[in-house]
């Protein structure tokens, strides 16, 4: 298939992991409607995207199943999903607006939004659980690496670091650390998951990672800067939220954060180097996607 951008490429992909996600998703009916309800609401109303098409990128350097990958990255996307909704509760980061809707506590309310994400959390590891295609010997490996990078050693506590920092400020260290747990971790695994996929070699594996690693940072220094520097119409969700919080842009500054997503990106490509093919450029284009990206 021809595409005319990377752009179009992303939606293309996004559109179909949506399919999966919505065939995998309860229907809102019976006694727990308004909970089904809630968690099609925020799984399937919009979202880049992101991390279900690095799966498949990734992936497909090894020419594995698509229907696999989009499998996958489905059950990422569930986790992604939970993700923002529990983030978006009052006692968290209290926000009003996510994807251009309001968020999932305020077209709900604070208990359903609170059981959506949990439910969404479960859904993630039953569809991972269900892929028979695979061996279990892998898809124990892709279960004990998602749980591992969203659990209390992974997302969850960089986002417990992010509450901590509230109290008193990081060091760009301290930052990087959180910022790697919070936001790297699911999109390293990701691209990690896109290697189990494939069935890649130690190097090409180690390869993949450093570059979800270094992507994942990118990916959190632009989510910054757009906090700080954009508007809510542009990005679709609530901006300058950040201001009390460790971020890039209050730690080190606008113009810092700028040149430090600018050193990023460049060594995000740097371990692609040892794949000598063309798909590569998929991956390539995406660092600068994301460090380009206006929402
Ligand atoms: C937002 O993620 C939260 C972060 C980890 C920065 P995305 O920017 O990928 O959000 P959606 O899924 O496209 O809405
Ligand atoms: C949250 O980071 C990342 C998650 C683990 C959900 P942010 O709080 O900066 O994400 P946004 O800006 O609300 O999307
Ligand atoms: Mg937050
Ligand atoms: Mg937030
Ligand atoms: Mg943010």
Redesign the pocket.
């Known amino acids: 298939m021809i595409y005319p951008s990377l752009q179009e490429m992303i939606r293309k992909i996004g559109s179909d992991v949506t399919d999966v996600m919505t065939a995998h998703l309860p229907v809102a009916e019976g006694i727990e409607r308004s909970l089904f309800e809630a968690m099609r609401y925020s799984a399937l109303g ?6 279900p098409f690095l799966v498949w990128a990734s992936s497909q350097l090894f020419h594995a199943p698509t229907k696999i990958a989009y499998e996958v990255g489905a059950a990422l ?1 569930f986790v ?2 939970y ?2 909704i529990h ?1 978006d509760l009052p006692c968290m980061d209290n926000s009003n607006l ?2 251009g809707n309001p968020t999932c506590h305020r077209q709900f309310d604070e208990e359903t939004a609170l059981l959506a994400g949990d439910a969404l959390y479960g859904l993630a590891f039953e569809v991972l659980a269900s892929l028979e295609e695979i061996e279990a010997s892998r898809r124990c490996l892709l279960i004990q690496k998602l749980a591992k990078g969203s659990g209390g050693r992974g997302m969850v506590a960089g986002q417990m670091r992010d509450l901590l920092g509230e109290d008193r400020p990081y060091t760009l260290e301290e930052l990087k650390i959180l910022h790697n747990l ?2 790297g971790e ?2 390293q695994f990701a691209c990690e998951s896109g290697a189990i996929l494939g069935n890649a070699s130690v190097a090409q594996a180690e390869a993949l990672k450093t570059y979800g690693e270094k992507i994942g940072l990118l ?2 220094v ?2 910054d800067l ?1 906090d700080a520097c954009s508007d809510a119409k542009t ?3 609530d901006t300058h939220q950040d201001s009390h919080k460790n971020t890039f842009v209050t730690v080190q500054g606008i113009e810092a954060s700028r040149q430090y997503a600018i050193d990023l990106a460049k060594e995000a490509k740097e371990p692609l180097a040892i794949f000598n093919m063309p798909q590569i450029k998929v991956l390539e284009g995406l660092v600068d996607y994301i460090r380009e ?1 206006l ?1």
């Open positions: 919009g979202g880049k995207r992101i991390r996307e992604h999903s993700s923002l983030d996510r994807r919070k936001t699911l999109i990916y959190q632009t989510d757009l990005i679709g969700k990206r929402f």
